[in-house]
């Protein structure tokens, strides 16, 4: 964009500013079906103009040129915002790209320089809402991931069952990360506790494959070496078909039908005696 062609710009949004600020925020507006303040619209859409005509001002024929930087910093605090908010991209982008529209409102469409000016501001806008939209993907994508390894977290739960007893409540699909988070957590906890038992529960796992069994059994040998002993429990019919035909060996390790089996063990194993009280009767 030459800088004769931003002047011309510049000299159109300053003269149009209050009509292009009201179509562009009012197709904004329609597009995020209230999700933002009728206020806090107007006030981004005030401080988005302010830059952008500064830009065309400034001679900025890229979203590279120093007098755009205001502006593209601008549109990524903007993205960055929605993306942690849950808009979507094509809601972010709308509030970039409908600023063209409401310019070509005001232009005389029978001028030609007019024309031609319009054609190199949407170049510019396309720039700064491909720009926009990348920053969006960029800040979703890292929320995305830090919300998963805080499902991680919440989903691998360490319970200390009873003193020198913890237990690992597994559910759902276990994978290479997560069982990374699974064996990490619980070689914390039995270094935290000093446990000489760890139980697996995998009750809550809805299939058993050569690949979620070696992840099960990598767990187990790294909690022998902490010097822990492992059981798995959780053993149901269905699971144990299922090992014995992919030929799946577990060695020495201990299993268990259920949670409550596996903890009576290691409560025995530990030299807890249990006795059952009989029940008093009801007066």
Known sequence: MEQATGQRLAAVLSE????????????????????????????????????????????????????????????????RNRARHGFTASETAVSVFAIRTALLHVLDSGDPQALADYAAFALLVDDLGLRTVETYV??????????????????????????????????????????QVVMERLLQALADTGSPWAILDITGVPAVDTQVAQHILKTVVAAQLMGAQCIISGIRPQIAQTIVSLGIEFGEIVTKSSLADALQYALRASGVEMTRRSAKPVL
């Open 16 to 79: 149009h500013r209050d009509q292009i600020i009201e179509d562009w925020a009012q197709t904004v507006r329609d597009s995020l079906r209230g999700r933002l303040t009728r206020a806090e619209l107007a006030r981004q859409s005030e401080e988005l103009y302010t830059e952008l005509q500064s830009a065309l001002a400034g001679g900025a024929d890229s979203v590279d040129a120093p007098a755009a930087a205001p502006l593209v910093s601008l549109l990524a605090e903007l993205s």
């Open 138 to 179: 960029n800040v979703r994508e890292a929320v995305i991931t830090e919300q998963t390894e805080q499902l991680l977290e919440l989903s691998t739960p360490v319970v200390k069952l009873w003193d020198g007893i913890v237990a690992v409540p597994l559910i759902g699909t276990l994978d290479s990360a997560r069982s």
